[in-house]
Structure formats: C-alpha cells, structure tokens
C-alpha cells in the first residue's frame, strides 16, 4: 500500500481505537465495588458539614488505584459542590510549591498569577476561599512514595492536615496513594498524630476477572466478532502471567493495528504470535535500562553463574567479592530483580536455619543478553 493509501483508507476494526490508550477512563469499572464503597464513606460526612476521613489507598500497579479516585472525584463534583477534590500526581509535581498550586488551579481555574510568590500565600488563599465557601478539600497524592523519595511529605502532609488550626473550621483531607508495595512510609511523629488513615487495599486480579476487564475492553474498542473467545483467554493467560492488567490492554490494542496492517477483519493467531514477540522483548528491554548499576552487576553475576541451584548465600559472596556490600543491601537488590519479574527466588527449607534461598532466572540469558545494550 502507498502512504496515501494507507492515510485514506477507512475500513478500520476499531469502534473506538482511544479505548486502548494508557489515559482512557473506562465506563465500566468492574470488581471494585468494595474498594469504591470505601473511598466514597471517607467523603460522605463532608457533605453535611461533617469531618474528612483520611485513607491510604494501597495496591500493586495496574489494580485500578488511580482510576477509582478518578471516577470518585468525578461522581461526587457532579453531585455536590461542598467538597473540593483535587488530584495530583506526584511524579509529576513533589514541591510544596508545585503541589498547593495544583489545588490553587482547581479551586480558582488558573495557577497562581505570579511566580515567585510564597506557598504561604496561595496556602491562605486556598484555606480562605475553603471558609468562606464552606467547602472542604480532599486532596488525592497518587504515586506518593516519590514525596518521600523528595523528603517534602512531612510538611506537604502536615499543611494540609493541620488547617484548621490556623484557619478555624476548615475541613481538609487526604487519600495517599501508593503502587510500590514494598514502600513503607514513615512520617515524623507530629504528623503521625494527625494522620491516622484507614487503609483500602486494592488487591490484584484474579484471571477471571482480568478476563472480564478485557473482555469489557473488546466490546468498546473493536467491532463485534473482531477477537475470538480463544484469543481473548489467551491475551487473559499472558496478562495474568506477567500480573499487569496494562500490558493485557496495550497488546490488545497492538493486536488490532497489526491485524489492520495486515488488512484483516479479524485478530487471528499469527498476530498474536507477532505482537508477544514484539512486545516481551520490549518490555524487557524497559526494565533493563531503567536498573542501576548494582542491580545490573547482581543480574550479570546470575546469569554468568549458570546454575539451576544458585544459592542466595554464594551469591552474595560472588557479589561481595566484586563490589563490597552489607547483606542488607544485597537482600534489597535481590527482592528489587524479584519485583521486577526478572528472577524468582524459592526458599529450599535447607541450610543451617532451613532458609536457603535458590536465584531461579525467569528468562533464558539469550534473550537478557541480546536486550542489554
Ligand atoms: N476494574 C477495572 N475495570 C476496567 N479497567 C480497569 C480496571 N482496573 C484497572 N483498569 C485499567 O487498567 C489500567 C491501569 O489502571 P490504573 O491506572 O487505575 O491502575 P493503578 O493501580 O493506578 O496503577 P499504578 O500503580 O501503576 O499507578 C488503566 O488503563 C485502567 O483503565
Ligand atoms: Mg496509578
């Protein structure tokens, strides 16, 4: 097909191609139901004047964490204006600075007029307006583990907790959200006292229902008849596999380009088999780049090793001997490349203490090699 071809032709699979974009917020929001239950009784009081209750929202990635908040805030600011909510992403913003603008934006429709002004004055802009209104603020910090990271979470925390002290009567807020599991956040002992949350788990998916997600994800994206029941269970069984909900959404978007590409009306085999191939490697590749040096030394030294029966403790050594370190910081290494899928670690019920561990590589070292350049 030429370029011009391919711009103007218009046959397409896809009822609706945005479906599978990473930003889509989806209309059915399926086996959340308990979480959303939750979030929505720590809003309910604030509609009658009553008191914020605070939550940490906890769950691995893709569990639906940030889309539930979504649809929360969007649900409640069509049924009430007596709460403000404002939700921000702190990978995008971590100052204190950053972050009061953010809700400075949402309650006066534009950042503050200029630069350089003092956060103490959009703070007492925002607590002012909050008063006068009599309105409350629930502030969502999704991804909050990069506060800590920046060390801003104890004063950011601590501002918008203790308004009211400054600001009589001012009711405020806050879901913290955190997707890496393994993070614990700590808060200094003034704001432990104030922040008491209760704590919402979004467990991860089973296969049923990543099936049903999807399944829900077909229906709105693609034309009826356009993905078969078996390539679905199989699209499910490598979602499931890797425990990412993403990565089920974004191949089967990829599958319709690629069956489209290949002027099909449907998704057949043959583009399943293309799109794992490109997108395993793909996304290996993401997770290679993105480890430090040390994980990157550890995962070398695994992979050289050849060992089916590696065991944790002459690793260490291996390891030890190449660039000194604590076995504490070994042990973090190790659980990071676990985390990050590339290895699993098995206890063997051997050893002094029956606690040894055995390093299993999850992919073949080939295919590690050939993707770490
Ligand atoms: N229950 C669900 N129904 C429909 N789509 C869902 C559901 N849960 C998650 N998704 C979809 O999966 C993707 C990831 O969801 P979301 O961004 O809400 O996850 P998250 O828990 O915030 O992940 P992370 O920890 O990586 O930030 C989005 O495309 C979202 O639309
Ligand atoms: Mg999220």
């Known amino acids: 097909m030429s370029i011009d071809d391919i711009l103007m032709h218009d046959e397409t699979i896809f009822r609706d191609i945005r479906v599978f974009n990473p930003d889509y917020v989806p209309d059915k929001f399926l086996h959340r139901e308990s979480q959303m239950e939750a979030l929505t009784l720590c809003l309910r009081p604030a509609l009658r004047g009553g008191k914020l209750m605070n939550a940490v929202v906890v769950g691995s990635c893709a569990t639906g964490k940030t889309t539930a908040i979504k649809k929360l805030f969007e649900k409640i600011e069509e049924y009430s204006d007596k709460i403000i909510c404002v939700y921000i992403n702190c990978q995008l913003h971590t100052t204190r600075y950053n ?15 200029e630069t350089g002004i003092p956060v103490s004055r959009i703070y007492e802009k925002i607590m002012k307006h909050l008063k006068n209104n009599d309105q409350a603020l629930m502030v969502a910090l999704d991804d909050v583990d990069h506060l800590f990271h920046s060390k801003n979470a104890n004063k950011i925390f601590y501002d ?14 806050l879901f913290a959200v955190i997707s890496d599991i393994e993070f614990r956040y700590i808060l200094d002992k003034n704001v432990n006292s104030i922040f008491i949350p209760k704590e919402i788990v979004f467990n991860p998916y089973t296969y049923n229902e990543m099936r049903d997600i999807l399944k829900e994800r077909v229906k709105a994206g693609f034309y009826p008849d356009v993905i ?6 199989e699209v499910t069984e490598e979602t499931s596999s890797i425990g990412d909900l993403r990565v089920g959404i974004d191949l089967l978007g990829l599958l319709g380009n690629i069956a489209e590409a290949d002027a099909s009306r449907t998704i057949e085999e043959r583009h399943l088999k293309t799109a794992l191939e490109s997108s395993s490697s793909i996304s290996l590749k993401n997770t290679l780049e993105n480890l430090s040096e040390k994980e990157r030394t550890l995962l070398e030294l695994i992979i050289e090793s050849e060992d089916q029966q590696l065991i944790a403790g002459n690793l260490y050594k291996n390891l030890n001997d190449k660039k000194p ?11 990071k490349l676990e985390f990050l899928r590339l290895i699993d670690i098995k206890f063997t019920g051997k050893g002094s203490k029956g606690n040894a561990r055995v390093i299993v590589l999850r992919f073949h070292p080939q295919e590690i090699n050939k993707c770490m350049v």
């Open 99 to 113: 972050i009061f603008s953010q809700i400075y934006q949402k309650m006066f429709g534009h950042l503050p007029p």
């Open 228 to 233: 078969s029941e078996e390539i679905l269970d």
């Open 325 to 335: 370190l604590s076995y504490a910081s070994f042990d973090r290494l190790l659980n």
């Open 160 to 173: 918008i907790l203790r308004a009211y002290e400054e600001f009589e009567g001012v009711r405020t807020g």
